[in-house]
């Protein structure tokens, strides 16, 4: 068998199949989508394989037009907007954090690593309290929780508003910074993580501590995991930056862009919904033993959409 004949009989069934999708007028649900772009980039390399062999005249002409046809049904359809943003939250975002793992787990390290010692040293002495934030910071956190959480509607509507500035703040921090090769990154993630862990310590020193847990347990699977992940995008854009793969800096770094991308929207995400959870529900006055089991289910949907969500579906790279 020559290679032309090779050459067509492994592909002819894939340009029937994509002929078949191109000439319907059936609109493709998201597997539709995936297979469409597949084939067209099959066709792609086919059409360079085709003129390599030199095949007729009619054989080159139909590749050509197939192809015209597939990418005007590929770039020039109008998918629906809330299939795409659901598939971007539900499937691109989760597998993106379970791809870039490793990142998760060193940016979680730096962060939760020092809240705990710190926790642990704040709540045995004053002083190691003090070496962290100062004597002012620790008795502002004493008044501001020495009573069960409680607001007005008026008032939750306005420190929602503040949550978001101010996480974000915190979360644009720890992504830029890992400009300088990660370390700026790194930097904050143990200082945040360092700063709520000495208030955390000594609010339970001093007798407070359930105040305090009873207002962030329900929004702190968002809010800290969120800047987890922006601290590690900003983490991964330093690697950028060190291991380049053979390209410029800049190259490396545009190369890693649609990683960082779904990587920082996912963390601008959970940041809002914390914002929104704190807002709303924290600081509210329902029975405490509710705020637990909201806190539960939250760290329940946090960990499903990172661990489980978009597994075995395709995803168009």
Not at 12 to 20: A, F, I, Q, S, V
Not at 36 to 51: H, V, W
């Amino acid at each position: 068998m020559t290679n032309l004949e090779q050459f067509l009989k492994r592909s002819k069934p894939r340009w029937d199949e994509l002929d078949g999708i191109v000439r319907s007028e059936a609109s493709l649900d998201p597997a539709g989508w995936t297979r469409l772009s597949s084939l067209y980039r099959s066709l792609c390399a086919d059409l360079a394989n085709a003129r390599a062999l030199d095949v007729t005249d009619d054989l080159q002409g139909f590749l050509d037009d197939l192809a015209a046809r597939a990418h005007n049904r590929l770039y020039r359809a109008h998918v629906p907007v809330r299939w795409g943003l659901r598939r971007f939250v539900l499937v691109e975002v989760p597998r993106e954090i379970r791809a870039q793992w490793r990142w998760v787990a060193l940016a979680a390290l730096a962060t939760y690593g020092p809240w705990i010692l710190c926790m642990a040293l704040s709540m045995q002495s004053m002083d190691l309290a003090e070496a962290v934030l100062s004597a002012d910071q620790l008795r502002d956190a004493e008044e501001m929780y020495s009573s069960a959480p409680g607001r007005t509607f008026p008032q939750d509507v306005a420190m929602a508003g503040y949550y978001v500035f101010n996480n974000i703040g915190i979360a644009f921090r720890c992504f830029a910074t890992g400009v300088l090769f990660g370390l700026g990154s790194l930097f904050f993630l143990v200082s945040n993580g360092a700063m709520i862990g000495t208030i955390f310590g000594h609010l339970v020193a001093t007798g407070h501590g359930g105040n305090l847990l009873e207002f962030t347990c329900g929004h702190s699977a968002w809010e800290l995991n969120g800047i987890v992940l922006a601290g590690a995008a900003g983490i991964r854009m330093g690697w950028a930056l060190i291991d380049t793969g053979g390209q410029t800096r800049v190259g490396s770094l545009r190369a890693a862009g649609p990683i960082l991308f779904r990587m920082v929207v996912g963390a601008a995400m959970m940041i809002a919904v914390a914002a929104a959870i704190e807002g709303f529900w924290s600081a509210s006055d329902v029975p405490r033993v509710a705020k637990w089991a909201f806190a539960v289910v939250q760290l329940g949907l946090v960990g499903g959409w990172w661990l489980a969500s978009g597994r075995g579906e395709e995803v168009v790279e």
